[in-house]
């Protein structure tokens, strides 16, 4: 306990710091542990914290971009978002690889592979590590499954187009492609110079004629170009929007599906508008829109106008009627002062008289019940009388009755 300085030297003060305890267990619940549970319809689980941690130690959740109020705004509210760590070839929803996709994964599994392989055998010079990582035996298995890739045939099963050539590391598509573009323009060419020597006009009865011819060849050609500029037009979109959904929601705010088609028309309906026939268009209803707008504003203030003239000619009537009120007013307020106490003394006799009728009934009621009363006293009285004659003389009666000593 704090003592004050001046009691500090003075007997009897108890200057110790208080502590307070509680007391101890009887003896015999000192060494009392509770049962533990056990009962069946309880499942125990084993966690082992440590894979748990193992397995859940890469997860992480990207929180700053994310926006849970309830706020009305233009660009997408977003939450928390989870990136991904592992990439799969397949699409989203499809829960089986079809063989074409597995022949593909493995293929460029095993290209990553040979190339993690060269890498490790340019960077290791040491000799023991080289025999503790064994590039060359990498090397050797990742042959072995590129030939047992080939071994399977499955271009002549699947079709050259579906799969990819592993030979060539930059990839064969891209070349056969060009190829085949650079024969179909030297066929198309060849075309042109026939079309140019045959196609000469013919005049039968002052008609002409003229030949066409179709070329499967040329066909199949613009098929490639059209799928070549598309494939183009993806990866520019790919590389504009890239994969961040905070472009992509902000390009889609606007509309009411949420895709880049609509979002592409919307923005043609917008660039449309540009044009100079339009705007000029749009300039003159402007103007007409201008004009009607003044013209509204004017009648609009002619009526604001109109009505405040009828107020004020309403307001000057009111008080030329209150004119010859207003020179009596005084009078009549010197009159009511002058019969104020006359009214004072009329409420008071007022007051009395009913206090007075109030004080009547009263009266009135009460004589009632008096009357009441007595009548019922009198009556009371009436039998008793009655029964007392009655006792009378039964009791002469029995006095004559006895007899006389």
């Not at 050797?140 to 080939?150: A, N, R």
């Not at 598309?230 to 705010?253: F, I």
């Not at 009460?366 to 009198?378: D, E, I, M, P, V």
Request: hydrophobic share 30%; proline share 4%.
């Amino acid at each position: 306990m704090a003592v004050d300085s001046k009691y500090a030297d003075l007997p009897g003060i108890d200057n110790q710091p208080d502590v307070y305890e509680t007391e101890d267990l009887p003896e015999e619940d000192q060494n009392y542990e509770p049962d533990e549970l056990s009962s069946e319809s309880v499942e125990r689980l084993k966690v082992n914290t440590t894979e748990s941690f193992n397995k859940f130690k890469d997860a992480n959740v990207v929180s700053g971009n994310s926006d849970f109020s309830d706020n009305i705004s233009k660009p997408r509210r977003t939450g928390y978002i989870v990136p991904r760590t592992e990439y799969e070839m397949l699409e989203d929803g499809s829960s089986k690889e079809t063989p074409v996709q597995k022949y593909q994964r493995l293929q460029h599994e095993i290209k990553q592979l040979a190339g993690e392989v060269e890498e490790i055998q340019k960077t290791v010079k040491d000799e023991k590590a080289l025999t503790q990582l064994s590039p060359v035996g990498l090397s050797d298995q990742v042959t072995g499954l590129q030939e047992q890739l080939f071994d399977l045939h499955l271009e002549q099963i699947l079709g050259t187009d579906a799969v990819v050539e592993l030979s060539d590391p930059k990839g064969a598509i891209p070349k056969k492609l060009f190829n085949q573009l650079d024969s179909y323009k030297k066929q198309s060419l060849a075309a042109s110079q026939e079309d140019s020597s045959k196609s000469k006009p013919a005049t039968k009865d002052g008609h002409m004629t003229y030949e066409l011819y179709h070329y499967p060849s040329r066909d199949q050609f613009d098929k490639v170009s059209k799928a070549a500029e598309l494939e183009e037009r993806l990866a520019r979109l790919e590389a504009l929007l890239g994969g961040n959904p905070d472009k992509v929601s902000y390009v889609t705010a606007d509309t009411s599906s949420k895709t880049l088609l609509e979002s592409v028309e919307s923005l043609q309906g917008q660039v449309s508008m540009l044009d100079v026939n339009l705007l000029d268009h749009t300039e003159a209803r402007i103007q007409n829109l201008l004009q009607k707008m003044d013209q509204v504003k004017e009648k609009s203030s002619e009526a604001e106008e109109g009505d405040k003239d009828s107020k004020i000619s309403l307001l000057y009537d009111i008080v030329t009627k209150w004119d010859n009120v207003a020179d009596s007013l005084p009078k009549v307020v010197d009159r009511l002062k002058a019969l104020q106490e006359l009214h004072e003394q009329a409420l008071q006799f007022s007051q009395a008289l009913s206090q007075l009728d109030t004080a009547q009934q009263q009266v009135t009621t009460g004589l009632q019940n008096q009357t009441a009363l007595q009548k019922q006293l009198s009556d009371s009285f009436a039998a008793n009388m009655a029964a007392i004659e009655a006792n009378c003389k039964s009791l002469e009666e029995r006095f004559k009755k006895i007899p006389t000593k």
